[in-house]
């Protein structure tokens, strides 16, 4: 299949709120404009890179291209050059002409004695790995870095452990990789106010009676006051205020409801601050992403449900994080349609399946696998980039206006 893939990866901040996108694919180094450019248009990634800035790797010949740089508002793209780019005086002075523009560029650190020789006039970021930062990067260097006033931006974060040494640190932002990989330091015991809310979504999903739904918010009054406050938030605005479980019912109808109740098992539900929420963020990306390409394929198990299949997959795909347990023991406690158990099991059956696991392959990657189950499956490049800058917006809209 011809084009590129890309794929796009939440940056958090310290607070794990997301601030950026990582955009990048199999090449280490994006050294074709047009298909940047291609890649930003086909997916109509505008209003998302305005909330979201992307991070990409790109060749220093690129920025040479006038015409390239002036497809991006300033405020959309941070662009990272190789370290090499040091030794070229006039790649130098057009990251100085280019900065001094309000552009933002940054240097992708390999080595620390590299550190006090990028000229602060020409970046504003620094991008170095998480491993080497670890490694190679001392007290001395950290404090250069920040009177420097570099946005620091670790790479290849692999654990929660290492997300920690690197807020403690004072490094600004973090790529998020860690966050689908199960924390050993959370709660050993399983998470059970969550496993009950599993239960009451499967009595909605049988259409159960209302009064014995709305006997279970009663009791849980955080929960109702959180799903009330996530539907109102995004679901219908400003249109109309819910303002109790049958209201809810009647104005977004069970199909609905049930799509929130989903979302709201990664909810904070028990928390009394509004903390950023990243994983409700990943689940519910992963969810739409799997939606909207599973409209797209035509396959011999393809069935009327598979859309909606797809998208709770997708949700519950990070359920093992969340409550601490393994996957085989949730589906256990949590009824669902035999192809979505299917596809959350460790051999990723079905079509389901291979979507998934395709996608999480493109959150952590490998792009290789990524690329190959979804150019089996025909999915085309400007598909699977619509499809997650449409999801990622989503998703991201969601976490903001719920803690507004």
Known sequence: MSGTFYFFQPILATDRSWVALDWCSSQA???ESQQLIRCFTEAKATPLANMLPLVTRIDPALLE??????EFEPRQLIFILPEESLENSVTMARCKALRAQGNRLG???????????IPLAAFDHLQIDAALARKQLSAADISYANDAGFRKIASNVSSHEVFGWLAENKFDWSNGRFLSVRNPNARKEPDLARLKLLKLLNLVKQDGDTREIEA???EEPKLAFNL???????AVGARTKISNFSQAIAILGRRQLQRWLQLLIYADNLAEANTPNPLMQLAAARGRQMELLSAVIKHQDSTPELTDNAFITGLFSLLDVLINMPMDEILKELPVHDEIAEALSAERGGILGRILAAVIA???GNYAAAEAT???LSISPPTHSRAQVQALYWANRINIESHD
Do not use: C, H, P, Y
């Not at 009330?228 to 995004?234: A, D, E, F, G, H």
């Open 29 to 31: 180094v994006e050294k």
């Open 65 to 70: 291209q006038t015409a390239f740089i002036d």
């Open 107 to 117: 240097m992708q650190l390999e080595s620390t004695q590299r550190l006090r020789q």
């Open 216 to 218: 279970i918010f009663r």
């Open 228 to 234: 009330l406050r996530l539907v109102n938030s995004v």
């Open 362 to 364: 493109g959150e952590s």
């Open 374 to 376: 979804f150019s089996e």
